[in-house]
Nanobody
Framework: QVQLVESGGGLVQAGGSLRLSCTAS????????MGWFRQAPGKERDIVSA????????YYADSVKGRFTISRDNAKNTVFLQMNSLKSEDTAVYYCAVSTSFYSFRGSGARVEFWGQGTQVTVSS
């Protein structure tokens, strides 16, 4: 059974940093794309960032470019999201996602195969 377990969310002041982690289990994901979506209150879920299996292709939403960094450790089936210079508008539930195709990581992620349970990130202004 595939499981994605997220950690690292919490409450932080504007300008601060958080690092999200997501570890996948149940199979090997070294040839899968991994990434993060988020859903703010009253809004649809939306893509934040994605990384392909090798780490050679990375996508960031315009709203997080220059502030967030995605990385992965294939030996540990883990993807990370380093979030710096956090803003109140980054407040959302962040969902880890894993999928065979990198191109699943767009929009609301309707084609994503595996999801984590979500972790709350709250940025106070």
């Amino acid at each position: 059974q595939v499981q994605l377990v997220e950690s690292g969310g919490g409450l932080v002041q504007a300008g601060g940093s958080l690092r999200l982690s997501c570890t996948a289990s149940g199979r090997t994901f070294s040839n899968h794309a991994m990434g993060w979506f988020r859903q703010a209150p009253g809004k649809e879920r939306d893509i934040v960032s994605a990384i392909n299996w090798s780490g050679g292709t990375i996508y960031y939403a315009d709203s997080v470019k220059g502030r967030f960094t995605i990385s992965r450790d294939n030996a540990k089936n883990t993807v990370f999201l380093q979030m710096n210079s956090l803003k109140s508008e980054d407040t959302a539930v962040y969902y880890c996602a894993v999928s065979t195709s990198f191109y699943s990581f767009r929009g609301s992620g309707a084609r994503v195969e595996f999801w984590g349970q979500g972790t709350q990130v709250t940025v106070s202004s």
